[in-house]
């Protein structure tokens, strides 16, 4: 039999391949996510309401597809708000730290460390009774720490909500049983104002260093019912402890005098400074996961394997068990 060759016809003048077609698809799609960052812009950094900034999402790709004759102005108009968006946010924001605080982070720690004399002196560790969130008996401390007292560290994790992914982290340094400290990366909001992923993304947060003691760290997080908090020993050499002590402390230091923003996707967490002092970069990409990362690199302090260890170092019920009883850190521990 012969062979039957196949007759390919030459694609017509302008059609495109299916490379090609694949390839416009995809810049139509950037493009869509270039105008959705641009229109959240708008309602974040403008003041856009959200309604009418999800109108202008919409009538972008609606007018060009259905009214070709507007679609160059209405491109040209859409560069136009992505680049005034892009120059705010690159050059024209700054943080303010003169602004109505939320009461919690209202006072900020002031921070001085004295290396020849080994201790690091905080004025304003806040020291809360909490009632309800947004509600509490107001205090705040001095307390001079002196670093050769510092023995124990954990790392505290407070998962979100509803969440297998995300999680707040905290450091909690011990200075013997009952004088312990808690330092919070954290986005200081102002009065009213509820924390949101988004809002960090446009710089609408600052960064924020909460130093508080650990009875107020702990009772906060615990006010929510179905919270859970897991506090995590961390098996690592007087020094290193002592070494993230002063350059956490340091940082809260350098935050007062040149404030920055809060990033929420790639920025600092406690978890991210503790394993870097570890001198692991093996940071958990879901704090959440901060634990389970601690214990597979071995610097967890227990012989359990993971999960007995979270049920052993779960501690939410026994926060508000004991948060008013005067050895609150050791029996939370027991």
């Known amino acids: 039999m012969g062979r039957v060759l196949k007759i390919v016809k030459p694609s017509k003048k302008g059609e495109r391949t299916p490379l090609g077609r694949s390839v416009a698809v995809v810049a139509k799609v950037c493009c869509l996510l270039v105008w ?8 974040y950094r403008v003041g856009l309401a959200p309604a009418l900034a999800v109108v202008a999402f919409l009538a972008l790709p609606v007018v060009v597809l259905r009214w070709p004759k507007f679609r160059l102005a ?31 982070s209202r006072r900020p720690a002031v921070v001085r460390v004295d290396e020849a004399a080994r201790k690091v002196s905080i004025d304003n560790v806040r020291h809360f009774k909490w009632q309800q969130r947004g509600r509490a008996v107001a205090s705040y401390v001095f307390q001079t720490y002196y670093l050769d007292r510092l023995d124990s560290l954990d790392l505290i994790v407070v998962p979100w909500r509803g969440s297998r992914r995300f999680a707040h982290t905290m450091l909690s340094f011990g200075f013997g049983p009952e004088r312990r400290v808690v330092i919070s990366v954290e986005a200081r909001r102002e009065r009213g104002e509820k924390f949101s992923v988004l809002a960090g993304a446009y710089k609408q947060l600052d960064l924020y260093y909460q130093i508080s003691s650990e009875r107020d760290a702990l009772t906060l997080r615990a006010l929510d019912p179905d919270a859970q908090i897991f506090a995590y020993p961390v ?7 002592r070494e993230l002590f002063v350059d956490m402390a340091r940082r809260t230091h350098e935050l ?8 929420p996707f790639g920025g600092e967490t406690c978890a991210t400074k503790l394993f870097d002092h570890l001198g692991s970069k093996r940071a958990a990409l879901f704090p959440v996961r901060a634990g389970a990362v601690l214990h597979a690199l071995g610097r967890m302090d227990t012989e359990l394997d993971f999960r007995a260890a979270s049920e052993q170092f779960s501690i939410a019920d026994k926060v508000r068990e004991f948060a008013e009883h005067p050895e609150f850190s050791k029996k939370i521990r027991e």
């Open 36 to 43: 959705l960052w641009a229109c959240g812009a708008l309602h």
């Open 235 to 241: 098996k690592a050499s007087p020094e290193i402890i």
């Open 74 to 104: 209405v491109i040209a108009t859409a560069v136009v708000v992505v680049l005034w968006m892009a120059w705010l946010l690159a050059f024209s924001t700054q943080p303010d730290s003169q602004r109505q605080w939320w009461a919690g």
């Open 256 to 263: 007062l005098d040149a404030p920055e923003f809060y990033r």
